[in-house]
């Protein structure tokens, strides 16, 4: 029998083809925002963050209103090691799938605060494959414009240094 704070997370392409799924627990929902606790299940090689090894904990910020998610990588003794930002579609929650559209863009966000903008030219080449709207576009400048907001001015989540042991998602919190 499925846990009712038990969740499958899908990540879709914009055309609806899936590209990632995994499960994680809800471990609040307040208002628009859907915090969840996750382990990568299986190893995976990503070409900046290095290997992410299985049991890689993150805790997941989504919000139901906003174009992008961020996620919180976990250090064993539950500092934080990074934070990692996708831009994407407003996310949907329907029998405990919770799906969102990848538009592409990330954004790499150093326990120092220190951040890269990623994968624009992917953005750029899967806007003209896949059609993205003029408001689509927009909505993801957009967004990007609001993390970088957020990272400068220490915003939630990015309230907490690497050294923080503190995991607890809505310390201080700002909606």
């Known amino acids: 029998m499925e846990r009712p704070d038990q969740l499958t997370v899908r990540v879709l392409k914009y055309d609806g083809t899936e590209y990632r799924r995994w499960s994680a627990r809800l471990w609040r929902r ?15 090689q990503h070409d900046l963050l290095g290997a992410i090894e299985s049991g890689t904990r993150t805790i997941e910020y989504y ?9 919180r990588f ?4 539950n500092a934080t090691r990074l934070y990692y930002c996708n ?3 407003p996310p949907s929650l329907k029998d405990n799938v919770l799906t969102y559209i990848d ?3 990330d954004v790499l966000v150093q326990p120092d605060f220190s951040y890269q903008v990623l994968d624009l030219d992917e953005f ?11 408001e689509v576009k927009s909505q993801a400048q957009a967004a990007v ?5 957020m990272i400068v001015t220490r915003q939630f989540p990015f309230i907490e240094s690497a050294s923080s042991p503190s995991v607890s998602p809505l310390v201080n919190q700002t909606l």
């Open 145 to 149: 414009d609001e993390l970088v907001s």
């Open 124 to 134: 750029e080449s899967n806007a003209e494959r896949y059609g993205y709207s003029e």
């Open 87 to 89: 831009i994407n579609m």
């Open 30 to 44: 307040e208002g628009s925002l859907l915090v969840l606790d996750a382990e990568f299940e299986d190893d995976v």
């Open 103 to 105: 538009l592409d863009i």
């Open 74 to 77: 976990m250090k064993d003794d």
């Open 63 to 71: 919000w139901f209103d906003r174009w992008y998610n961020i996620f």
